[in-house]
């Protein structure tokens, strides 16, 4: 994006604090999908373990739990980091499409 006339720093500062806040209120949504949703039975599976070494059973299945749904993406770009990243790029693409459609409007307004 850029701006279509030069606006001043606090306005700009406003504006990226509002498409910040945009993000950000969508990130839920792709948290409970990802960490509870998608990976119910996961769930379920890591707490059955019982008796002696069982918490480090549980441990190293949620941790398997977490790699899977909310991977650190690196070099590799394997199924799950690119599914992650696609799914992140939906949240902000549409944050910025909805701040596209609020300054088109204002900018209407103000002319």
Same mark, same amino acid.
């Given at each position: 994006m850029r701006w279509s006339i030069e606006?001043? !720093?606090?306005?700009?500062?406003?504006?990226?604090? =509002?498409?910040?806040? !945009?993000?950000? &209120?969508?990130l839920p949504e792709v948290v409970r999908r990802r960490i509870r949703e998608q990976p119910q039975q996961a769930w379920q599976e890591a707490w059955?373990?019982?008796?002696?070494? &069982?918490?480090v059973t549980r441990r190293i299945r949620i941790d398997g739990i977490y790699q899977q749904q909310v991977p650190i993406p690196d070099a590799r770009g394997d199924q799950s980091v690119l599914q992650f990243m696609e799914d992140i790029? /939906?949240?902000? /693409?549409?944050?910025?499409? /909805?701040?596209?459609? /609020?300054?088109? #409007? =204002? #900018? &209407?307004?103000? #002319?």
């Amino acid at each position: 994006m850029r701006w279509s006339i030069e606006p001043d !720093a606090d306005y700009k500062r406003e504006a990226i604090e =509002h498409l910040k806040m !945009a993000v950000t &209120s969508r990130l839920p949504e792709v948290v409970r999908r990802r960490i509870r949703e998608q990976p119910q039975q996961a769930w379920q599976e890591a707490w059955l373990p019982r008796g002696a070494g &069982s918490t480090v059973t549980r441990r190293i299945r949620i941790d398997g739990i977490y790699q899977q749904q909310v991977p650190i993406p690196d070099a590799r770009g394997d199924q799950s980091v690119l599914q992650f990243m696609e799914d992140i790029e /939906q949240v902000v /693409q549409r944050a910025l499409d /909805q701040f596209k459609e /609020q300054a088109e #409007t =204002h #900018t &209407s307004e103000i #002319t």
